[in-house]
């Protein structure tokens, strides 16, 4: 199962954005690295890279924050490889719980389109 290596996220009513770095499980090839790179460089910051489960906590506790409003995360090919790959960290992690009272939907933008 690929694992997470960066969670982001953006707000659509406010536009509120979260983004952390994840310390990979395995040491990233030379081409990841240089896509880290260019993304780092994008961002213009240099990102503190934390472990999965502290990213999930706090990704959802970011989540938390629109609790009131349904939240629904899409992504695009989520179907076939993000539901699949945050669910697996999710349980790893042992976050299900928090995951279900703060998500009440995961959708594939690739189906909206």
Same mark, same amino acid.
């Given at each position: 199962?690929?694992?997470?290596?960066?969670?982001?996220?953006?707000?659509?009513?406010?536009?509120?954005?979260?983004?952390?770095?994840?310390?990979?499980?395995?040491?990233?090839?030379?081409?990841?690295?240089?896509?880290?790179?260019?993304?780092?460089?994008?961002?213009?910051?240099?990102?503190?890279?934390?472990?999965? +489960? #502290?990213?999930? !906590?706090? *990704?959802?506790?970011? @989540? $938390?924050?629109?609790?009131?409003?349904?939240?629904?995360?899409?992504?695009?090919?989520?179907?076939?490889?993000?539901?699949?790959?945050?669910?697996?960290?999710?349980?790893?992690?042992?976050?299900?719980?928090?995951? +279900? #009272?703060?998500? !009440?939907? *995961?959708?594939?933008? @690739? $189906?909206?389109?």
């Amino acid at each position: 199962m690929p694992h997470i290596t960066q969670i982001g996220a953006v707000e659509m009513d406010f536009g509120e954005s979260f983004s952390t770095y994840v310390i990979p499980r395995v040491p990233l090839s030379l081409e990841q690295n240089k896509q880290l790179e260019l993304s780092v460089m994008e961002h213009q910051f240099m990102p503190m890279a934390v472990p999965i +489960l #502290e990213a999930l !906590s706090n *990704f959802l506790i970011w @989540l $938390s924050t629109f609790k009131n409003n349904g939240v629904i995360l899409v992504a695009h090919s989520s179907r076939v490889f993000d539901s699949r790959v945050v669910s697996y960290a999710v349980e790893r992690t042992g976050l299900q719980i928090m995951f +279900l #009272e703060n998500v !009440s939907k *995961f959708t594939d933008s @690739l $189906s909206l389109i």
